[in-house]
């Protein structure tokens, strides 16, 4: 029975129910104006209605994208009472202006340690100058630099990277830092769990962290105590209270495992388990991942350790933690980034556009959600109206309808500006980009609103390392189990699918 009221009491004070009230809200002030109930409704209604056209002239003024500006000023204009007292809870930035002032205080105060090898940039500019502009970029705007000597391993699947885990996982001597989106219980997170649990009795550093929206549901209360208790440091990062503020809009969806300092992992897998498999949920689950050795893991250890001092609120001595081993042997060039929605820097969608701005021959991509911004799908026009082969992949099986509901309003318009686009026979939850075998991106970034701008996400960036071709391979094998979507597949679409795709394509940047 109290599990049932704790259920009940969390769905009354959700930010989902809150919304619905405000919009019953708007229905019944308008009833009451047109049945003349209340005689002040009217005036309550014109001064909401001034009030939203004021906002509106206020967000078209702001430095945001298009596309969130226009999401919010059709409501404010066409549903005044709602959509004004949700912009301004969900506005509310003071929350946000605090989280960004500490994030920017660790950043500056730690970028001493994530300093550029002059010697690399000057090797990577002979190899390639637009590499070595985007390098550039990366190093100066997100504070992530270059590296050699570093050895890349790619999974095409999340079992694959789940063994390979296990196996380096029991290696583990000094520390092991975690940093998930999801982790949930069953019988992936069963296995890491003892490993965690044994390493950290044995003394090791072990750190965990997990995102409060992502992993909300999957495990059980107060389970980050429960791991503090047994030896592992742990923290939720923002844990999700019933209270509407922009700061929850704010996830932590990145997906880190560094171990010892010379051994990391990073893609689209979290720590559930139909990520590889042993659940289904929406037909079999295609995933991605990689794993690097040597200098460049230490940009993945900066980036745990920046979170995890913004939630720990306790200094870290940065240069234990350095990469003991390097692989000289190893080829090409490693730039592991993150990106941040508490600067004004949009890295993930920078790099993106930079991967398909700079295509010859072609760019393949697979993301769970197509819901692109102007400058993507412009950056996609040009690459293939100039002769570039412009091809993604996206799920069959989808975990949300609307967000396919979304990609098939783009659908048309990316056909006809000559990109190729294919479902695939299952959920495809790999972000994955590759150009011409010579760049490729494996990481955590969604090609839509909430990655590019709203969540804390990271992503390996690689160029003439060898690994390229087996994305790309893997990409082609994937294509064996895909339908391509056609004109002809837009046209058979009904009238009410059509509407729907329209209306919720207005509203994407807010879902």
């Given amino acids: 029975m109290a599990k049932f009221w704790k259920k009940l009491t969390r769905l009354l004070l959700s930010q989902k129910t809150t919304i619905i009230f405000l919009l019953l809200l708007q229905i019944l002030f308008l009833m009451a104006m047109v049945l003349g109930v209340l005689a002040y409704t009217q005036w309550i209604y014109y001064l909401l209605t001034a009030l939203g056209l004021i906002l509106a002239i206020y967000i078209c003024n702001q430095d945001e994208n298009p596309a969130y500006k226009l999401s919010w000023v059709i409501p404010l204009l066409a549903i005044p009472l709602f959509a004004t007292v949700a912009y301004f809870i969900l506005s509310n930035q003071y929350s946000t202006k605090r989280a960004r002032k500490n994030h920017m205080k660790i950043c500056e105060e730690t970028r001493p340690y994530l300093r550029q090898d002059v010697q690399i940039r000057r090797k990577l500019l002979d190899r390639s100058r637009n590499v070595s502009k985007l390098s550039k970029y990366l190093y100066d705007y997100a504070g992530y630099p270059t590296c050699c000597g570093t050895n890349v391993k790619y999974f095409s699947s999340g079992m694959k990277k789940f063994r390979a885990m296990l196996q380096e996982l029991e ?39 997990y995102d409060g929206m992502g992993s909300q549901y999957l495990l059980p209360f107060r389970y980050d105590k429960r791991l503090r208790e047994h030896g592992i440091k742990c923290h939720v990062f923002n844990p999700f209270r019933p209270l509407l503020s922009s700061i929850q809009n704010n996830r932590d969806h990145r997906k880190i495992c560094v171990i010892d ?18 659940k289904e949920r929406f037909g079999y689950w295609k995933d991605t991942a990689v794993m690097i050795k040597g200098d460049a893991v230490w940009n993945f250890t900066m980036m745990f350790l920046q979170m995890w001092e913004i939630l720990d609120n306790s200094p870290n001595d940065y240069d234990k933690y350095r990469p003991t081993v390097s692989d000289k042997q190893a080829e090409g060039f490693v730039i592991p980034y993150g990106d941040s929605p508490l600067d004004s820097e949009n890295v993930g969608e920078m790099v993106y556009i930079d991967i398909i701005n700079h295509a010859k021959d072609y760019v393949y991509i697979t993301t769970p959600y197509l819901i692109p911004n102007n400058e993507l799908v412009t950056a996609m026009e040009y690459a293939a109206k100039s002769g570039v082969d412009v091809r993604i992949i996206t799920p069959g099986h989808p975990d949300k309808w609307y967000c396919r509901s979304i990609a098939w309003s783009y659908y048309r318009d990316l056909l006809e500006l000559g990109v190729k686009i294919y479902e695939f026979d299952g959920f495809i939850h790999a972000k994955t980009f590759v150009s011409d075998n010579k760049s490729a991106v494996v990481g955590t970034i969604n090609v839509d609103y909430r990655s590019l701008y709203l969540h804390f996400e990271c992503a390996t960036y690689m160029y003439g390392t060898g690994t390229e071709q087996e994305v790309r391979r893997d990409f082609e094998r994937t294509l064996e189990h895909s339908r391509e979507i056609t004109l002809a597949d837009c046209d058979k679409r009904t009238l009410f699918s059509c509407a729907v795709s329209a209306v919720l394509r207005m509203f994407a940047p807010l879902l």
């Fill in 171 to 209: 290696k583990a001597e000094k520390f092991i830092f975690m940093e998930y989106f999801i982790v949930g219980q069953g019988e992936m997170w069963s296995e890491i769990e003892k490993i965690l649990l044994r390493k950290a009795a044995a003394g090791v550093d072990v750190r965990l962290m």
């Fill in 261 to 278: 300092g010379n051994v990391a992992f990073n893609g689209g897998v979290n720590l559930a388990d139909e990520y590889i498999n042993l």
